[in-house]
């Protein structure tokens, strides 16, 4: 079952949205395959700290994070990738790692690479390793109100 708190959050904004039981997966390659969503409209969610505050970086499952870009396009002194250590208790109802890209349901801001925003649909981790979330990208950007930047390289 999704995470609580998002779930609810998805039901008071009547939000259509599919949960996508999948085989246990760890990464977000994994999580794309074994649930047969293409990498680039998997979204992982991807910690990061910018000038010392935790924040999420989303970006297609075959991406990777480019902090340089990141730090330049929101103006930023510093961006590092955040130690699960440091985030590991702000996500109470999730498995470590399957966070939903949903930091607004948590205190924090959110970076959606533009390469998600050109799909009708995204697909994120629902709080379990075992669960995915299909919603419109629509919704998602309007409920999360997110900062897209060009932050992501790779595939």
């Known amino acids: ?23 246990p997966a760890y990464t977000a390659p994994e999580v794309a395959h074994s649930a047969h969503v293409s990498g680039k409209d998997m979204a992982k969610t991807v910690m990061v700290k910018i000038d010392g505050r935790m924040a ?26 955040a130690d699960e250590k440091e985030f590991r208790g702000m996500f109470p109802e999730c498995e470590l790692g399957a966070m ?37 990208y629509r919704d998602f950007e309007r409920l999360v109100s997110p900062r897209i930047v060009n932050i992501c390289y790779g595939a």
């Open 1 to 23: 079952m999704p995470a609580q708190k998002l779930r609810s959050f998805l039901d008071q904004n009547h939000v259509k949205y599919v949960v996508i039981s999948h085989s």
């Open 100 to 136: 939903p890209p949903f930091g607004n349901l948590y205190g924090l801001e959110v970076f959606v690479a533009e390469p998600l925003t050109k799909d009708a649909e995204i697909f994120f981790n629902a709080g379990s390793h075992t669960e995915l979330i299909k919603m419109a």
């Open 56 to 81: 999420m970086a989303v970006i297609p499952a075959n991406f990777h994070v480019d902090l340089d870009r990141l730090q330049e396009a929101i103006g930023a002194r510093s961006a590092e990738l």
